[in-house]
Each structure stands twice: as structure tokens, then as C-alpha cells.
């Protein structure tokens, strides 16, 4: 029996898929406190699924819209003022109403080149200067992210400016397509031959994609393409963003609720998974947590933090062997990087290597030195 516990050692980290955690996805920024990449956009929130069973049937066409992302939002916001309580989040009502208003004025303004740039550059003027909305960078603010409290108070964060992009170009017909990185999400209109970024934090300026992939560190990683999502994939992010916020308020089972919903709109949401496993731990659910992990480290395996996350929970539970292969496939991606070892390390004690152990410490030794991972793995093996 070891005499030590993995929670003093390490802890879990969201990953981010939204805005930034991530986790976030915010995505918000997710999230995940073992060692999870990133969204956020991370990166944590929710209930049961809202906009795919008969709860939400009564309210899809509510609003006078037959547009399905429009519609699912209008669904998702309902389901949060279930969730934390309707004196929290006012109604969307009115602002549904005053959506297909707007969408009926900027098609008449736009028509002529819905196409291309012109559709675009309505909907920045309408969303920047008309409503006046600013970037808000508190990414766990609830507020910021539905996009009816978003326009009632002038700021967002990313994926809620994003939200109002993208139901009003839904309803004008204007190419727009969300986009994912690791902690941000952000817009993109389709030109004939080209593409155009949208920047939501900074009113709607014009990146090239080189920025992006130097910015949030997506080169070799190829699950961050850049590539258009559609509605479907954009509500699995909002509905992971909601999930991160009800973990870090330390409500596990709200978040476990949203994840589900986030992965079954985006069944292949890394995050999400990683996410979900982290607030089945919480709640004490190993076995699920244990299956979450398993999807997520299938669909992603060399995702930064996911391999940490994984082997911590696998020492946690003194699942010592499943910890070692983990870590070494996480090395395997992240060469010499210290947490990895030091969780290899700690492993290879667990099973009473202490050989490998020391091996280990003599490689943080001559690279690190003077680090924590370091001297925690020196003091342990004095013992």
C-alpha cells in the first residue's frame, strides 16, 4: 500500500474546447481538474438533453422560426433558467422576437451581396455598433454566454458573440460556420473562393488563419482543423461551456447532465468526454468515469493534459499498470515532459519498481533539476 495520495500530487485539468479553460470552448475555456486540455474555451454545466425529446417540443417553433440553430438556442436557454432558477436568467422571450425583426431588416440591407463580404459586414455593423456588445473576458459569466443576456448587457465572450452571429446569419442566409480551437471559438464567412475570419473579441477583425494556428498552438494537432462546424457540432460546444460552469460551481451533476448533452449533438468532442469523466470522479462514479476517460483518450490520445489526466486517475484508484502504459503513451507525444514522467514514476513505485523509479528521477534530475516534480520524487524515494 502506498503512503500517498494522487490528489495531493496532482489534479485533474479541464480540457478546453470554447472559450478557454477547454473549457472553456470557453471551448471555455473545457474543463477538467485532473490535467484535461482547453477550452477554455475553457474550460463546465447542465441538465438532461433539451432540443432532442419531447421537453423541448413545445418550445422549438415558439419564437416564429424554423431555422435549426435559431431554434435549438431558444431551447438551450429555457433549459438553463430551468437549471439555476428563472429569477437568475431572465426570459428570451422579447429577444427571439426582436432576432427576426433584425434578420428581416439586415436581409433587405445585405440581399444584393448576401454571398460574400456584404453579409458579413452587415451583421459586424449590427452586432458591434448597432447593439454595441464588447468582449467580456470573464469566460465563466453565465450572462456572457446566453445570447439574449448578451445583447440586455452589451458584452459577451466568445461563443456567445459568436451565438448571435451565427442565428443571424442562419436567418439571412449568410455563409457563416463556427470554428473551434482550443480555449476560443470564433466565426468564419465562406467567399467564393476564399474564407474570412471573424473575430468575436475584437469586433470582428480579420485574422488570417496563420494567426490563429500560431496563437492557440494548433500545428501537428489534427483533430484542431480549422474546419467549418456545423449546428449540430456548435451546440455540443455551448452545451459543454454550460457544463463547465456548473463544475466549477461544484456542482458535478448538473455538468455531467450538460456533457451528455453536449456529446450527443457532438459525438466526437474530446473535450467534452474528458470533461465528463472528470465530474463522474467527482461524483464518485469510477466505473463511468472510467468509460468517459476511455473515449476520450480513443479519439484523441496525444491531446495535450489528457494523458496526465487518465494515469492520475488511474493512480488514484491504484490502478498502477493501466497508469504506467498511459503515461507512456502520453510520453510518447510529449517527450520528457516532466508531469508525465514524474506520473510514470510514481507507477512504476506503485508496483514496486523502484528501479524504474530512480531512473526516472536521474532523467528530471539532469533536465529539471530544481523543479517540484523533482524533488517530490527524490524526497518519496528516500523513504
Request: glycine share 8%; net charge negative; charged share 20%.
Amino acid at each position: 500500500m502506498l503512503h500517498y495520495t494522487t490528489s495531493s500530487l496532482f489534479s485533474l485539468k479541464p480540457l478546453e474546447g470554447k472559450e478557454g479553460s477547454f473549457s472553456h470552448v470557453h471551448g471555455p475555456r473545457v474543463m477538467i481538474r485532473l490535467f484535461l486540455a482547453a477550452g477554455a474555451l475553457f474550460v463546465m454545466f447542465l441538465a438532461a438533453s433539451c432540443g432532442r425529446d419531447d421537453e423541448c417540443a413545445c418550445r422549438k417553433d415558439r419564437a416564429g422560426f424554423r431555422d435549426t440553430l435559431t431554434r435549438e438556442t431558444a431551447c438551450a436557454v429555457e433549459k438553463v433558467r430551468r437549471t439555476v432558477g428563472f429569477a437568475h436568467v431572465p426570459p428570451a422571450d422579447s429577444f427571439f422576437v426582436m432576432l427576426r425583426h433584425t434578420a428581416d431588416s439586415l436581409r433587405n440591407r445585405a440581399e444584393a451581396g448576401h454571398r460574400g463580404d456584404a453579409c458579413a459586414d452587415a451583421l459586424i455593423h449590427q452586432i458591434y455598433h448597432t447593439w454595441g456588445i464588447t468582449f467580456d473576458p470573464d469566460q465563466d459569466d453565465l450572462l456572457s454566454l446566453l445570447p439574449h443576456t448578451v445583447v440586455e448587457r452589451r458584452k459577451g465572450s466568445c461563443l456567445g458573440v459568436s451565438l448571435l452571429f451565427l442565428m443571424l446569419a442562419e436567418q439571412i442566409g449568410c455563409p457563416l460556420h463556427g470554428v473551434l480551437l482550443p480555449g476560443h471559438f470564433l466565426v468564419r464567412c465562406e467567399l467564393d473562393s476564399t474564407h474570412r475570419n471573424i473575430e468575436p473579441n475584437l469586433a470582428g477583425y480579420c485574422h488570417p488563419d496563420a494567426y490563429y494556428r500560431k496563437r492557440y498552438g494548433i500545428e501537428g494537432h489534427p483533430w484542431y482543423t480549422m474546419e467549418a462546424l456545423n449546428t449540430q457540432e456548435v451546440m455540443g460546444v455551448l452545451y459543454f461551456n454550460l457544463g463547465n460552469m456548473h463544475r466549477i460551481n461544484g456542482e458535478p451533476g448538473d455538468a455531467v447532465a450538460y456533457y451528455h448533452t453536449s456529446v450527443k449533438y457532438f459525438e466526437d468532442y474530446a473535450e467534452a468526454w474528458g470533461n465528463l469523466a472528470i465530474a463522474y470522479e467527482e461524483m464518485g462514479k469510477t466505473d463511468n468515469a472510467r468509460k468517459a476517460f476511455s473515449r476520450a483518450f480513443a479519439l484523441r490520445p496525444a491531446m495535450q493534459n489528457l494523458a496526465m489526466n487518465l494515469g492520475t486517475f488511474e493512480l488514484h484508484h491504484e490502478n498502477f499498470r493501466r497508469a504506467a502504459s498511459v503515461f507512456r503513451e502520453g510520453l510518447a507525444q510529449y517527450p520528457g515532459d516532466p508531469d508525465l514522467l514524474y506520473g510514470l514514476a510514481l507507477a512504476h513505485y506503485g508496483l514496486g519498481d523502484r528501479e524504474s523509479s530512480r531512473s526516472i528521477l536521474t532523467v528530471l534530475q539532469l533536465n529539471h533539476p530544481g523543479s517540484e516534480r523533482t524533488r517530490e520524487l527524490a524526497g518519496l524515494l528516500e523513504k
